[in-house]
């Protein structure tokens, strides 16, 4: 569908930007939501644990890391 073909987009341009700076927070994060949202929750936590390294005092990430291991089941 057209909308699986934006999201198979989006999740290669933040590899991509991910390519560029494996610590771009902002990549990191939304690829995470992106892959949350596709139910891939297992491929974001990995993501969210790298981003709250990075910055462990921010609330979005550390909602975004938690709503992921709670969707995982974790």
Do not use: C
């Not at 934006?6 to 995470?32: E, H, T």
């Not at 990075?54 to 992921?68: D, H, Q, W």
């Amino acid at each position: 569908s057209r909308a699986q073909g934006q999201i198979d987009n989006a999740i290669a341009l933040f590899n991509k930007a991910l390519g560029l700076d494996s610590d771009n927070l902002s990549a990191l994060n939304n690829m995470a939501n992106t892959l949350i949202d596709q139910g891939r929750h297992d491929a974001a936590i990995p993501l969210l644990e790298k981003a709250e390294k990075l910055a462990p005092n921010n609330p979005v990430i550390l909602f975004n890391y938690s709503n992921a291991l709670i969707k995982s089941g974790q």
